[in-house]
């Protein structure tokens, strides 16, 4: 796949949840049922941000390592993440051998997400940072944005690799009954 075809596939990864926070924001910044006294853009109140394109939600859940729900490809198709195992390990009947090693994946795991959500954090504030100080081109933007693309897809890539490494450690029985528990 060409480096902009998967920039192209990593923005549109992040954009529904960009557009889930916001529409959570704009909830809770008036009542369900109460309207808005005065008319305001659908982005007013973010202007604010340290990083405009990131949420304070979003930011503490790439430094906390957070799934955010970037690995739903391989959850949702039958590949069990190892936060789910562990909080499952009773009625899934892990072993002990099987739980120490999906402990350690799941710390491994936390680990890497955490140093690269920091690469995520730092390359959407590089892309801010073009347009705060007004110094953005169309090569700096291009540079910017794949940059940005990236990291957001080795993020998803380091989440999705843990699923594949907990199918390699649960038997097909587990695998199963993990995708009846989750209600799958």
């Known amino acids: 796949m060409k480096p902009s075809h998967l920039a192209l596939v990593a923005l549109c990864a992040w954009l529904p949840a960009a557009i889930a926070q916001h529409t959570d924001a704009g909830h809770h910044q008036h009542g369900a049922s109460e309207p808005a006294k ?8 973010m202007q604010g941000r340290a990083i405009k394109a ?30 789910h195992t562990l909080e499952l390990a009773e009625p899934l009947k892990l072993t002990a051998e099987q739980k120490s090693r999906t402990q350690a994946l799941f710390a491994q795991m936390q680990q890497e997400a955490k140093a690269v959500g920091e690469q995520v954090i730092a390359a959407e504030a590089a892309l801010d940072a073009l347009f ?22 080795n993020l998803r890539e380091t989440h999705l690799r843990y699923h594949l490494a907990m199918v390699e450690l649960l ?3 587990q695998v ?8 799958y």
């Open 38 to 45: 005065h008319a305001h853009g659908p982005y007013a109140g």
């Open 54 to 83: 990131l949420s304070d939600q979003q930011l503490s859940d790439l430094r906390a390592g957070k799934g955010m729900s970037l690995a739903l490809p391989a959850e949702l198709n039958g590949y069990p993440g190892p936060s």
């Open 132 to 153: 705060k100080v007004k110094t953005v081109t169309p090569d700096a933007l291009r540079t910017a944005t794949r940059a940005a693309a990236l990291a957001q897809g």
């Open 171 to 173: 038997s097909p029985e």
């Open 176 to 183: 199963a009954a993990y995708n009846r528990l989750r209600g």
